[in-house]
């Protein structure tokens, strides 16, 4: 069967099919499932003195894939592992290698299920001041935020939602600023099939197709698997 004959809810779990979202901050689109959770945290950092601010949430597949081969072209710079921009690599596998540094597989993107978000506190940006989303400001402006975070995570007390990205686990880049909300994601993740996700690549216009199809089995390994949390 070929992935276009999927039903859509067979599709959430790639960024594929039509998920039921909510606009939850300008702009800013999150699965419906997670809502009166994602209120709840919002409250609660409130009572504390904080503004959760969202800077990213739901990105579909489409739009990953864009990121993903806009960076193969040229077209976005390319960063190194220590965010400067670097040359692009001739070689396919060191491309690709290159990209994931900093971008997630499309189709493995945990912002396409719509219940990981980007989240900074409103009330310690400094006006005007563009977040970057790096470890600096979680260690730096933002550092107040993220350990209460933190001690919330620690006791379970944050309505589900957690940290995805810590270091130890897999091989992406820790992300400070990401938080998940894992009843829901675990739910959405169940019908995923690392099969589904060659077939979907089999049928798309990716950037280094090849060496992806040909290194997936270990790419789910190091990318994908050790984020099924
Ligand atoms: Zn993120």
Redesign the pocket.
């Known amino acids: 069967m070929s992935f276009t004959d999927m039903e859509s809810a067979d599709l959430l779990p790639y960024g594929l099919g039509s998920p039921e979202l909510v606009e939850f901050q300008n702009g800013y689109f999150v699965c419906k499932d997670i809502c009166s959770d994602l209120a709840r945290l919002d409250a609660l950092l409130k009572e504390n003195g904080f503004r959760l601010r969202l800077e ?1 949430a739901y990105r579909p597949f489409e739009k990953q894939l864009s990121i993903w081969n806009r960076k193969a072209r040229g077209e976005l710079a390319l960063l190194d592992e220590f965010g400067k921009p670097m040359q692009r690599p001739q070689d396919e596998e060191e491309l690709m290698y290159a990209i994931l540094t900093w971008s997630a597989l499309p189709g493995a993107s945990r ?1 396409h299920l719509g219940t ?1 978000i ?1 989240v900074v506190d409103g009330n310690a940006c400094p006006e005007g001041y563009e977040v970057q989303l790096t470890p600096d400001e979680c260690t730096g402006m933002f550092a107040k935020f993220h350990k209460f975070l933190d001690a919330r995570f620690a006791a379970n007390e944050a309505f589900g939602f957690s940290r995805v990205f810590v270091p130890g686990r897999g091989k992406i880049k820790p ?1 400070g ?2 938080i998940a909300h894992l009843p829901t994601s675990r739910r959405l993740l169940d019908g995923f099939s690392l099969d589904t996700l060659r077939r979907i690549y089999e049928a798309m216009d990716i950037a280094c197709k090849r060496v992806i199809l040909s290194r997936l089995d270990s790419l789910a390994e190091d990318f994908i698997y050790p984020y099924f949390i």
């Open positions: 990213s912002h990981d980007d992300e600023w990401h």
